[in-house]
């Protein structure tokens, strides 16, 4: 299984990003998968999970204001992020479950600062 996200960067408080996850190795439709994200010194936390059905789940902390998406022809997940805080700033990476494993992408840094 290989991840490959792009599309993090430095943005202003308020501001947008949409962060990509082009995926293979696996039957893409049928695979569970998200994103997680990593601020300095804590633990990665979920961020946003998406089902083969296309079911979400969303961290308290990101409702309403990120949303995550599939595009299964393209084998590509999506997190589009807005009104985007300081909080926000971590690194993302993307996953896919298969069974009971867990890949992981090379992740990708968001800033978010004025």
């Known amino acids: 299984v290989q991840l490959q996200a792009s599309g993090g960067g430095l943005v202003q408080p308020g501001g947008s990003l949409t962060l990509s996850c082009v995926v293979s190795?696996?039957?893409?439709?049928?695979?569970?998968m998200g994103w997680y994200r990593q601020r300095p010194g804590e633990e990665r936390e979920l961020v946003a999970g998406i089902y083969s059905d296309g079911a979400t789940n969303y961290a308290d902390s990101v409702k309403g204001r990120f949303t995550i998406s599939r595009d299964n022809a393209k084998n590509t997940l999506y997190l589009q992020m807005s009104n985007l805080k300081p909080d926000d700033t971590a690194v993302y990476s993307c996953?896919?479950?298969?069974?009971?494993?867990?890949?992981w992408g090379q992740g990708t840094q968001v800033t978010v600062s004025s």
């Open positions: 996953y896919v479950l298969t069974g009971s494993i867990r890949s």
């Open positions: 190795g696996i039957i893409f439709s049928f695979t569970p």
